[in-house]
């Protein structure tokens, strides 16, 4: 298992890790096989979309804010129940596929990692079978 | 594959299962490894989020009951088609990493098995490699 | 890694690819595993949800539909966000156990892929290890 910290600027931030994630596929030496993604915080994610024009994460960003506000009525007392559901509708874990050593991604996909309850020091967990 | 079974109480329920699937790592004797956890049903999901402050799942519960009410004008005439929606946005599978015999999951991370339809009998799959 | 290609007739639609992937199962050879389904495409997803009353998969289009519409005042110029979006909630990925040689799902399961942007030509990803 092969891990990485990413530093999150703000309250929600998507941050494409996708080169971080290939490096740990290199250094895992494997050529063909499967590259799962963990992320091991219950107020982040990881997930899958286009890295070409940075207007599609932040329009996710602030649709899933309109969708899931931080206040509203949530019993939960550390203010961060909007960052918890959000987590568990993306995801805490994605897997993509290797080929000959690289990462096998759509042209215009790119892996991100999501911060729901920023700004935070994070960690994801790379495994590659 | 391992399988064990679980019973809901109520229509919406988040059940802390982690315990269970730790047995079935141990049970299966991989010591380092990627754990698959599935449910095969359609109005059910399962999820990794926090399992210190069970208002959390408390709050996922009736927010997500809000987003998608069970009366919105649905076609299936089953009445279960927000549980249907609630299932494909959760999603029916999670992957969790293998260590030293162990899940490796965040200070805060509980695996849930997530109820959209219930209270009934249900399944959960299992599978270490 | 096996691949194949679907086509989609509508801007909305959840095609049932079971047969497909269990196609590629069998072509693999693959008797006792885990199979992972990959969507290489940021407005598109995979899911898995009931086959046997259609209204089902309809009753989520329209709903998903309702809850993330396609002019919400998106900033990314190709009047695709809401695709992007319930691509990354639904999700690019998921993974089926086999055994004997076959995808072991829920009586009522099937695997489906989700167009969001389309009509268009598609294709999916199947590895089973």
Redesign the interface.
Known sequence: ?RQFEVETGRRVQMLDITVEVQAAVKDSGVV???C?V?????TAAV????NA?P??V???DS??SK??PQD?G?????GN?DG??K???????????V?NGHL??????GIYFCEFDGPRQR?V?V?V?
Chains 1, 2, 3 share one sequence.
């Not at 949530?74 to 550390?78: D, L, N």
């Open positions: 298992m063909s096989g499967v799962h963990f992320v091991p915080h219950t997930t899958i979309n286009e024009d207007s599609v932040s329009d996710m649709f899933l969708l899931i509203a949530f019993r939960h007392v550390e129940s918890h559901i987590s568990s509708l993306v995801g805490a874990s994605e897997t993509v596929f080929e096998v991604l759509g042209t215009w996909q960690k967990y495994k079978v």
